[in-house]
């Protein structure tokens, strides 16, 4: 079970972190994602670590975004900073034991979503 929080109106420029914490077994082994999505659009990658703390992110993120994951607490974080409107969106963490791209749809784990909204 993943379960994010963190979500929430922020204005242009401000930073967030958004938390994912995760319940079961093995959390350490598993490729932990973040993705985005707005109305009517499928879910877009935005970054991702992978049980050796290899991370990856979209180009329009690189460099503001930062992902990090606590093994003992078993939580993902997703730290947003210079945020602007195209980072609007309902933000969800997932994660995969054998997968570490950017496809959502190979992920076998989801959360219910944070949404996040960047407006003046």
């Known amino acids: 079970q993943l379960v994010e929080s963190g979500g929430g109106l922020v204005q242009p420029g401000d930073s967030r972190r958004l938390s994912c914490a995760a319940s079961?077994?093995?959390?350490?082994?598993?490729?932990l994602s973040w993705f985005r999505q707005e109305p009517g659009k499928e879910r877009q990658f935005v970054a991702s670590?992978?049980?050796?703390?290899?991370?990856e992110y979209s180009g329009s993120v690189q460099g503001r975004f930062t992902i990090s994951r606590d093994n003992d607490k078993m939580t993902v974080y997703l730290q947003m900073n210079s945020l602007n409107r195209e980072d609007t969106g309902v933000y969800y963490c997932?994660?995969?034991?054998?997968?570490?791209?950017?496809?959502?749809?190979?992920?076998?784990?989801w959360g219910q979503g944070t949404e996040v909204t960047v407006s003046s």
């Open positions: 997932a994660a995969d034991q054998n997968y570490r791209g950017s496809n959502a749809y190979e992920y076998d784990y």
């Open positions: 670590v992978s049980g050796r703390d290899m991370t």
């Open positions: 079961g077994r093995a959390f350490s082994r598993y490729t």
